[in-house]
């Protein structure tokens, strides 16, 4: 079985900063994408960041400058560091990862973690 776990939310005053981490787990023989995904109450599942086994990235185009995006690709890990944090930003938060299973023929899959809760407020 393959697992997504998340770390590192919580509850941070505005302007603050906080580090999300993403392990994976379980019987897999390579990741590709790994990234992160928020769902605010009430609105859809949207795009944070996203980064390539080679360590290409991509951003929401409105989160760049505050949020980077982080990988070891040793340990299967990915990071979201996420500073000046605002009100908006408070949701839930979801590592997300392409995995191959190593079998010929085997397609990559996409796993979800069960998600990180960040609010932001004073």
């Known amino acids: 079985q393959v697992q997504l776990v998340e770390s590192g939310g919580g509850l941070v005053q505005p302007g603050g900063s906080l580090r999300l981490s993403c392990a994976a787990s379980g019987r897999f023989f390579s990741i590709n994408n790994m990234g992160w995904y928020r769902q605010a109450p009430g609105k859809q599942r949207e795009l944070v960041a996203t980064?390539?086994?080679?360590?290409?990235?991509n951003y929401a185009d409105s989160l760049k400058g505050r949020f980077t995006i982080s990988r070891e690709n040793a340990k299967n890990t990915v990071y979201l560091r996420m500073n000046s944090l605002k009100p908006e930003d408070t949701a839930v938060y979801y590592c997300n990862a392409e995995l191959w299973n190593g079998a010929v023929g085997s397609v990559w899959m996409t796993y979800w973690g069960q998600g990180t809760q960040v609010t932001v407020s004073s």
């Open positions: 980064m390539t086994s080679g360590g290409s990235t």
